[in-house]
């Protein structure tokens, strides 16, 4: 058995063997004990996830975090969405092929931040548009007088005093051809003219209804250039609209309606595709409020004590009909001196009015000699109730008062006005 001696002298070799592991070990605890409790590095705090918010983005800030103790400057974390620029180019809607998904939906308009990039504006653009003022000066009442001079027509049984089924009219209905888009989308083109259609249809009944009291001239609508002084020579009540596309009026066409509506004529917008966003709605809205483009002026809906509904040649119609597909939105308008300058209505009526009525509100199944609908869109007619519906007999009747009772207020909206207005 070693002794005592020799043991002692094999731990002194081993530590002499490891003494650089021995030292390092000690020196690593001392480290510890001495700088343990030290933070060396903060950590870095991620900022909040944002949640989409209608209007804008709004930050999600975690429930867990204590409240300030102090008052702390605030970040403002909601952007709010304004109306883009005319140059912008925002996207205003995703629509899809895949029935799976719904045809109406949209995504809010996202304003990029402003940089410091300069941006070139061509002064003709920048330039803003002339205001219209809110009351009627005696040089607006002139205007508007030559405008509408003989729309109530001309001898016994005129006047604002009379009721609009003892009155007599004439007037020739215009369809309004703008640049792009398809404004034929309701008519029948034969050598360029207006042939049949939507227009037609309607000023083909209203004249047989009222016994021709209302002389409308249904076999000589006509399309007219936008952009030309016809607006002014042949001063047409109403100018129609109608379309399924998008379109963009030319600088020229958005001087001629303007100074158009402002002497008293209207527009009238009709879409070809029921309901909101499509793309001719989304486009009319646009267009017409380069048109009328004061502040102040906003499209608004028509109350169901409008004179269309209360002062009208069909008092039956007391609210707006279902159009095509059954869509009932409300009459919407822009005014000008407190009547209507531009009207739009979205449900699709021009398509209704390509199914004709004869003169005793019949659907009329009338044939050409090739064998061809007179006065129906064959395509419109077949498809029924596969493709579209609401095309029956009593839907059709109703639409087309509607569309008399809209002429008809048309033809006489100023005329008490014009008799309290200033003159020259």
């Known amino acids: 058995m070693p002794s005592s001696n020799a043991l002692l002298q094999k731990v002194v070799d081993r530590f002499n063997r490891s003494r650089f592991f021995t030292i390092s070990l000690i020196v690593h605890v001392l480290l510890i004990a001495i700088f343990g409790g030290t933070v060396l590095f903060k950590a870095i705090q991620e900022p909040p996830d944002f949640e989409g918010g209608e209007g804008g983005f709004v930050a999600q800030q975690a429930s867990t975090a204590p409240p300030p103790t102090a008052p702390q400057p605030q970040t403002q974390t909601q952007f709010q969405v304004t109306t883009p620029p005319t140059n912008s180019n925002p996207i205003q809607a995703i ?19 402003p940089t410091n990039t ?43 005093g009379t009721g609009v089924r003892q009155r007599e009219f004439e007037f020739i209905a215009y369809i309004g051809k703008y ?79 303007r100074n158009y509506v402002r002497m008293g004529g209207c527009i009238w917008g009709d879409s070809s595709v029921p309901g909101r966003r499509s793309a001719f709605d989304i486009a009319f809205r646009r267009e017409m ?12 809906t028509l109350p169901g004590d409008h004179p269309i509904f209360t002062k009208a040649y069909f008092s039956e119609i007391k609210t707006v009909p279902p159009g095509l597909n059954y869509y009932q939105e409300p009459v919407y308008a822009l005014k000008i001196f407190g009547q209507i300058a531009i009207l739009y209505t979205s449900n699709d009526y021009a398509d209704m009015w390509q199914i004709g009525l004869d003169g005793k509100s019949e659907i009329d199944f009338g044939r050409d000699r090739s064998g061809r609908y007179v006065a129906i869109n064959d395509m419109l007619w077949r498809y029924n109730k596969t493709y579209t519906n609401n095309l029956a007999l009593e839907p059709i009747v109703d639409s087309y008062k509607f569309g008399l009772n809209v002429v008809t207020h048309l033809l006489t909206r100023w005329e008490d006005q014009l008799k309290r207005a200033p003159r020259l």
Do not use: Y
């Open 95 to 113: 629509t899809t092929m895949n029935t799976a998904v719904p045809l109406d939906f949209t995504m809010n308009q996202v304003i990029a931040p």
């Open 118 to 160: 300069p941006v070139t504006v061509d002064a003709q653009t920048a330039a803003p548009a002339p205001t219209i003022p809110g009351s009627m000066s005696a040089q607006d009442a002139a205007g508007i007088r030559s405008m509408t001079e003989g729309w109530g027509g001309k001898g016994k049984g005129t006047g604002s």
């Open 179 to 257: 640049s792009g888009g398809n404004w034929d989308s309701t008519v029948r083109l034969s050598k360029g003219q207006i042939e049949a259609g939507s227009l037609p249809n309607l000023l083909f009944w209203i004249s047989k209804i009222s016994q021709d009291k209302i002389k409308t001239n249904e076999r000589n609508v006509k399309a007219i250039d936008l952009a030309s002084d016809e607006l002014f020579s042949q001063k047409p009540p109403f100018i129609f609209l109608t379309g399924s596309r998008d379109f963009k009026l030319t600088d020229k066409e958005v001087e001629n309606l």
């Open 289 to 300: 409020r380069r048109i009328i483009p004061d502040v102040d002026k906003n499209f608004e």
